[in-house]
């Protein structure tokens, strides 16, 4: 599958928005943080992981940037002089099996403006898509999903954590938290 990847100005500030991982484990510096919402797309467990949070033989289940709805995340501004090397580690960490798309999406802040963000979109045709799940499905996957990044429940955990920090409720992965802690609980 061919990537498109997306180049900003030499002299233009970059601006990433995060609605999983990105929220709460950047990896890269910023110059500011601010609150965005998304409009076109939501957020879902739609993604086999198959390296950060799962292998190909014991897949995890991250999130990704779905068709439809509105999602609320967290928008970072680089400064221009940074972006590259940004991009670059953006580009290792979410496109190690290309299952993203790389897309530059307008982003309404809370405080009132809108910017251009670069975000990273779930694949449809991928092999690693896997769409709307059963919530069992979910639960099994999430709970023994363990790669290079650490134990899939503590990604569902520290994004659930940090959505609340920011007033999000979002009950579904609410749900998904307390069946995976029980289906864990139940195997030791």
């Known amino acids: 599958m061919e990537q498109v990847l997306v180049q900003n100005s030499k002299d233009e500030d970059l601006y990433i928005f995060g609605y ?3 929220m709460w484990r950047p990896g890269f510096d910023y110059h500011e943080r601010h609150r965005g919402q ?3 797309f ?3 467990f739609c ?3 198959h390296v950060h949070r799962g292998t190909p033989g014991l897949p995890g289940l991250v999130l990704g940037l779905d068709r439809g709805g509105s999602v609320r995340g967290i928008v970072y501004r680089v400064a221009a002089a940074q972006a590259g090397s940004v991009r670059d580690y953006l580009r290792a960490r979410e ?3 290309a299952i993203y798309r790389e897309a ?3 982003i309404n802040l809370a405080a009132g403006q809108t910017i251009t963000a670069l975000c990273y979109v779930v694949e449809s045709r991928h092999a690693q898509y896997a769409g709307k799940l059963p919530f069992e499905a979910q639960v099994d996957l999430i709970a023994q999903g363990v790669g290079q990044s650490g134990a899939n429940p503590e990604y569902l955990a520290n994004t659930l954590a940090h959505l609340e920090e920011m007033g999000v409720r ?3 992965l609410r749900d998904l938290h307390h069946a995976v802690q029980a289906k864990l609980a139940v195997s030791r």
């Open 104 to 106: 530059m999406l307008k």
């Open 20 to 22: 999983g991982s990105l």
């Open 47 to 49: 993604v086999y992981s």
């Open 95 to 97: 496109q190690v099996t």
């Open 42 to 44: 939501h957020r879902s």
């Open 38 to 40: 998304l409009y076109g």
């Open 170 to 172: 979002d009950r579904h």
